[in-house]
């Protein structure tokens, strides 16, 4: 699976749209990129994935670009509850694992 | 509800006492899996089972074991637990093993002393 780099840490005001970065520029033809979050010492949550067009769901939207070497994830309005470590992970359409890298940490504040 | 229940949420256990984290998930999912997370290393695979009966390692296996019986139930065992083995673990299931959203517990936090 393609390695994926996303930046440490992200900070966002409550209300506003947060736009998380993941670089993938190793990506094959095959592998999807899927966006999960952890909230402090929770379960990892999906959020949403997407092969090459942009993807939307109730929680957040998948911009992929073209080329698909890159993606950002976008929560349009951001909350308190958002703020939590998301993870951008690049996966194989066959069997995979789900390898989670060090991800980005969104503080969302007043 | 569609979820993954873990049990227990915390323990406190000593060295070599055998113990048993349980997860089970009811969306019927074929895919089950095992993780430790661990500050600075992130989140690991320990065990997956692509069904019942059939079970592989992940990253991290040493120390522990798995059993699928049952396709909503998939343990881990520690048979002698040692003090390394004190982490934050999680299970998560999928329909699929590939191209699906996985569902994770809450979490079971481990300190072996």
């Known amino acids: 699976d393609a390695k994926t780099t996303q930046p440490p840490s992200m900070d966002c005001a409550e209300g506003r749209a947060a736009n998380l970065p993941c670089n993938h520029s190793?990506?094959?033809?095959?592998?999807?990129v899927y966006w999960y979050r952890q909230i402090h010492s929770q379960g990892p949550q999906y959020i949403i994935h997407?092969?090459?067009n942009n993807e939307t769901n109730e929680m957040a939207s998948l911009i992929i670009t073209e080329d698909r070497k890159s993606s950002t994830l976008i929560l349009p309005h951001a909350t308190l509850r958002d703020t939590a470590v998301y993870y951008c992970?690049?996966?194989?359409?066959?069997?995979?694992?789900?390898?989670f890298g060090k991800g980005t940490m969104l503080l969302v504040s007043p | 509800e569609a979820q993954v229940t873990q049990n227990p949420r915390y323990l406190i256990t000593v060295t070599g006492k055998k113990l048993t984290v349980t997860c089970s998930q009811n969306?019927?999912?074929?895919?089950m899996s095992w993780y430790r997370q661990d500050p600075g290393l992130g989140l690991r695979q320990i065990y997956y089972?692509?069904?019942?009966?059939?079970?592989d390692k992940g990253d991290v296996p040493e120390g522990y074991k798995v059993s699928r019986k049952e396709k909503r139930n998939f343990p881990l065992i520690l048979e002698s637990p040692s003090p390394n083995q004190t982490s934050l673990y999680f299970c998560?299931?999928?329909?699929?093993?590939?191209?699906?959203?996985?569902?994770f517990g809450q979490g079971t936090r481990l300190t072996v002393v």
């Open positions: 992970i690049a996966l194989n359409s066959g069997y995979s694992t789900l390898t």
């Open positions: 997407g092969l090459k």
């Open positions: 998560a299931s999928s329909l699929e093993a590939s191209n699906t959203e996985a569902f």
């Open positions: 089972s692509m069904n019942v009966e059939v079970t």
């Open positions: 969306m019927n999912h074929e895919y």
């Open positions: 190793t990506i094959s033809g095959n592998e999807y």
